[in-house]
């Protein structure tokens, strides 16, 4: 649903400094915005349970939830990653607005909860990896409720490697994150 019709953005920089007075996240397609849908309660309840656990390792400033925005290149020009881990320099360049530009150095991870359906899954792993890829992010997680498995995919010589499939009582790491006191059976636990 395109909110105005009327309404074309030319630019990043343009949609940057537009408010309609509401705290709605927008997808900019196209130049038009696209209202986010909201978060499905099982993606809330992994991604809260994700980040409190890696706000125990990185710090709570460094670990944003869902309202960070990440400009990309491609259509649409922003995503709105459930997780992402910052790196230290972020937190000051994020004062003003919670956006990470393209001039700005990559977050050290992202990570998407894969919402149900076919269409969802199609754009965490192709759309969302591509661009990701792009940002040079050194990580990428792919939380699948469905499957219950997490696949980590690590940047190597500019293309995203699947490095390891988390599920089971296996333990969550990567060499972003190191090794995190918790099991992907405990993850999807918090959905049952």
Do not use: C
């Given at each position: 649903?395109?909110?105005?019709?009327?309404?074309?953005?030319?630019?990043?920089?343009?949609?940057?400094?537009?408010d309609d007075g509401s705290d709605r996240l927008y997808e900019?397609?196209?130049?038009?915005?696209?209202?986010?849908?909201?978060?499905?309660?099982?993606?809330?309840?992994?991604?809260?349970?994700?980040?409190?656990?890696?706000?125990?390792?990185?710090?709570?400033?460094?670990?944003?939830?869902?309202?960070?925005?990440?400009?990309?290149?491609?259509?649409?020009?922003?995503?709105?990653?459930?997780?992402?881990?910052?790196?230290?320099?972020?937190?000051?360049?994020?004062?003003?607005?919670?956006?990470?530009?393209?001039?700005?150095?990559?977050?050290?991870?992202?990570?998407?909860?894969?919402?149900?359906?076919?269409?969802?899954?199609?754009?965490?792993?192709?759309?969302?990896?591509?661009?990701?890829?792009?940002?040079?992010?050194?990580?990428?997680?792919?939380?699948?409720p469905t499957d219950s498995v997490i696949l980590v995919l690590?940047?190597?010589?500019?293309?995203?490697?699947?490095?390891?499939?988390?599920?089971?009582?296996?333990?969550?790491?990567?060499?972003?994150?190191?090794?995190?006191?918790?099991?992907?059976?405990?993850?999807?636990?918090?959905?049952?």
């Amino acid at each position: 649903m395109v909110l105005n019709q009327e309404r074309r953005f030319n630019s990043f920089d343009e949609y940057l400094i537009y408010d309609d007075g509401s705290d709605r996240l927008y997808e900019l397609f196209n130049g038009e915005l696209i209202p986010g849908p909201p978060e499905s309660g099982v993606n809330v309840e992994i991604a809260t349970f994700l980040l409190l656990h890696l706000s125990h390792r990185f710090g709570y400033r460094r670990v944003r939830g869902h309202g960070l925005e990440l400009e990309v290149r491609g259509e649409p020009r922003n995503r709105f990653p459930d997780l992402t881990v910052l790196r230290q320099e972020h937190i000051a360049l994020l004062k003003q607005r919670n956006t990470l530009r393209l001039s700005m150095p990559p977050p050290e991870l992202v990570i998407e909860v894969v919402s149900p359906g076919e269409v969802q899954r199609h754009r965490d792993d192709i759309a969302k990896r591509s661009q990701y890829q792009d940002l040079g992010i050194p990580e990428y997680w792919i939380v699948d409720p469905t499957d219950s498995v997490i696949l980590v995919l690590s940047l190597y010589q500019g293309l995203y490697q699947e490095t390891r499939s988390i599920s089971g009582e296996a333990y969550l790491e990567s060499e972003q994150v190191g090794r995190l006191q918790i099991t992907a059976a405990q993850v999807f636990a918090a959905i049952s």
